[in-house]
């Protein structure tokens, strides 16, 4: 079992930064691999970054350039820094871990954080 929790959600001006955060523990092997999701009111859950250990990455070409997704291993929390932030990007924002590669498919992940919330303001 992996348990995750997201923090550093809030609400920002466009144009402002924010950096989330996600704690994970449990099963070590599980957090190797992890990723991002977000999922705005009446939308599908999109994928938008993830990372492994081995620190390659993955984006959506919708973050692409603007988010970065990296990972602290030794203390086992992954970060999303969030740039150049848009009102479209308003969203809960979900950790997950346990894909096999980086990944921004949602069915390749087995555990889920309770999300953070995200409102950018125009």
């Known amino acids: 079992q992996v348990q995750l929790s997201e923090s550093g959600g809030g609400s920002v001006q466009a144009g402002g930064s924010l950096r989330l955060s996600c704690a994970a523990s449990g099963y070590y092997y599980g957090t190797y691999c992890m990723g991002w999701f977000r999922q705005a009111p009446g939308k599908e859950r999109e994928g938008i970054a993830s990372?492994?250990?081995?620190?390659?990455?993955k984006y959506a070409d919708s973050v692409k350039g603007r988010f970065t997704v990296s990972k602290d291993v030794d203390k086992n929390i992954l970060y999303l820094q969030m740039a150049s932030l848009k009102p479209e990007d308003t969203a809960m924002y979900y950790c997950?871990?346990?894909?096999?590669?980086?990944?921004?498919?949602?069915?390749?992940?087995?555990?889920w954080g309770q999300g953070t919330q995200v409102i950018v303001s125009s």
């Open positions: 997950a871990a346990d894909c096999d590669d980086p990944s921004t498919v949602p069915d390749e992940y087995n555990y």
């Open positions: 990372t492994d250990d081995d620190g390659r990455t």
